[in-house]
């Protein structure tokens, strides 16, 4: 069995060291299948602060992804056609930098997840599981009917956005780019689950009752674990728009809620590194098996079932030999 | 200086009544044996007091009337309550279930694994793999982490071996001699209330049937009113 700190060290050093090769080798369509690695396992890193640590099977996460996404669809979208987001009296000039994309897309998803927790979190089990996949429906018809920007077709950004210091035109830059705020949200995720709030935050997950007789407000903890959650997942979404230079209604889809639960189950719920192992695997059988057949997704589905079956720690749990908090 | 006030205390399961007037009073740095049968309505009341169960009656803690408060509120007043089964954190280690309920205040991390030493050594290892006694020990260590001004003790030493219940009976002697923390105990051991008890207060059918000092709880009151 190898130790789990290994095995996260590894797995990092695979995201350092495949991207390079794929430089020298120049295989840029390698370094672009990595970057959508890194961003899905960011989103999944950031739905694995409210699954892993507090157990709320969020299947509406999708929602902050898409609104991450739209985020920069809509002000990237104002900064090429030069005409200014008029809302009432406010009047917002379109950015192409990507510091302020990303603060506008964390804000906004945070809201959004305050909101949603405040509504969803205050049922449990299955309804809340039905409350949070009302909400990504919501959203996903909402911006199907937003013809102003681009409604069922979505919405194409011609130019990719800037970070000083970087040109962010070059995939291996852009993928640095990513990697880094993969790697910063790793720290997050790490430094919160040893916290006295992620402790009190698992703690509530296990026995919200027995948690209240400490003094602590189970509800509270929650939904600040939602809410941080949520602004992750809208950073991923940012990010994932500027990689595909596209945002469409599809972000807002409950099929990518689950994907995203589907990525942390295959790697490890509630482990470190279990959502980057989950989206690695997941893109790199989408790559693989996607180009044998259309059918690639019964083979993971086939993969998940197994690890539902007999590894309930994920390919984590495997390697480690430990299986995962119980969720 | 009286910390907590029970008044008439009347609390249902549902439709079904289980207190019908549960009277008691608890100072500053007294402890108090709550006392009873199986059934009479002792867990009922400590879960009424922590505002776990919705109660009807005067309740307060320290002047402060507990009525409006969720649990929570009511905990972060002052209330420490190791409950009845012990109930730690199963997922988390010994360490983490004491940071994770830790409030500001003289119950440190060392002050807790020096109360407690098998603790100390087993500060890494699961809740769930420890023993019946040390659970009872890190679910009296949790409640003291939140630097409680009254400590609830419910079966603290129910189905432990006899020297493992020595042990907690002289922590909550400790606690008491050393903090002079307000105690509410709840435990069917005679002998051991008798030492470390000043108050007693039995309950018979869901209502205070008799209460008084801990000296007068002589062999023919337990007999009548507790059943040992």
Not at chain 2, 10 to 27: K, R, T
């Amino acid at each position: 069995m190898i130790a789990e700190r290994w095995i996260n060290w590894i797995v990092l050093l695979g995201f350092v060291v495949l991207p390079l090769w794929a430089l020298f080798a120049d295989e840029p369509f390698t370094i672009t299948l990595a970057t959508r690695a890194v961003i899905l396992a960011l989103a999944a890193v950031g739905l694995n602060i409210a699954l892993g640590i507090g157990g709320l099977v969020s299947l509406g996460h999708a929602v902050f992804f898409g609104l991450g996404g739209y985020a920069m669809g809509i002000l990237a979208h104002h900064a090429q056609t030069y005409a200014p987001l008029e809302l009432g009296p406010l009047v917002i000039e379109g950015t192409k930098s990507m510091p302020i994309i990303w603060v506008t897309a964390l804000v906004t998803s945070a809201l959004a997840a305050l909101v949603i927790g405040l509504l969803s979190l205050r049922t449990t089990g299955v309804y809340f599981i039905m409350i949070t996949l009302a909400f990504g429906q919501m959203f996903f018809f909402f911006s199907i009917s937003w013809s102003a920007y681009g409604g069922e077709d979505g919405l194409s950004i011609y130019v990719r956005n800037d970070f000083p210091g970087l040109n962010t035109l070059q995939p291996i830059q852009f993928f640095g780019l990513c990697l880094a705020v993969l790697c910063l949200a790793l720290g997050i995720h790490s430094r919160l689950r040893t916290s006295p709030f992620g402790l009190a935050l698992n703690a509530a997950r296990q026995a919200p009752e027995r948690v209240e007789t400490v003094g602590l407000n189970p509800m509270r903890l929650k939904l600040l674990a939602f809410v941080i959650s949520g602004a992750l997942t809208g950073l991923s979404g940012a990010l994932f728009a500027d990689l595909n230079r596209f945002v469409s209604p599809t972000m807002f889809s409950w099929q990518l809620s689950g994907e995203l639960i589907v990525l942390i189950i295959i790697g490890g719920v509630g482990r470190l590194m279990g959502p980057v192992i989950g989206a690695a695997l997941f893109v790199a059988l989408e790559h693989l098996l996607g180009g044998l057949t259309e059918f690639w997704l019964v083979w993971l589905g086939v993969i998940l079932l197994l690890i539902v079956l007999f590894a309930r720690g994920g390919i984590i749990g495997i390697l480690t030999g430990k299986a995962g908090p119980n969720v | 200086m009286i910390l907590l006030k029970v008044e008439n205390l009347h609390a249902s399961y549902g439709p079904v009544p289980a207190l019908f007037g549960v009277n008691l009073e608890l100072a500053a740095g007294e402890v108090l044996a709550l006392m009873g049968r199986n059934g009479m309505g002792k867990t009922t009341t400590v879960k009424a007091i922590c505002r776990m169960i919705p109660a009807n009656g005067g309740l307060s803690f320290d002047g402060q009337d507990l009525h409006r408060m969720p649990s929570h509120a009511v905990a972060r007043l002052g209330l420490g309550l190791v409950p009845e089964g012990r109930r730690c954190f199963r997922d988390l280690t010994v360490e983490e279930n004491l940071i994770a309920a830790a409030r500001r205040g003289e119950w440190t991390l060392q002050r807790v694994t020096a109360l407690f030493p098998p603790l100390e050594a087993r500060r890494a290892q699961r809740a769930a793999s420890l023993s019946g006694g040390e659970q009872q020990m890190l679910a009296i260590g949790r409640a003291l982490m939140t630097n409680p001004r009254l400590l609830i003790l419910d079966e603290a030493t129910e189905g432990l071996a006899p020297i493992v219940r020595q042990e907690i009976w002289s922590a909550i002697t400790a606690i008491k001699q050393e903090t002079g923390m307000a105690i509410l105990l709840i435990d069917k051991s005679l002998r051991e209330l008798a030492q470390v008890a000043d108050r007693a207060v039995i309950l018979g059918r869901g209502k205070t049937v008799w209460s008084g000092a801990m000296t007068y709880v002589t062999a023919d009151v337990a007999r009548d009113y507790v059943g040992i």
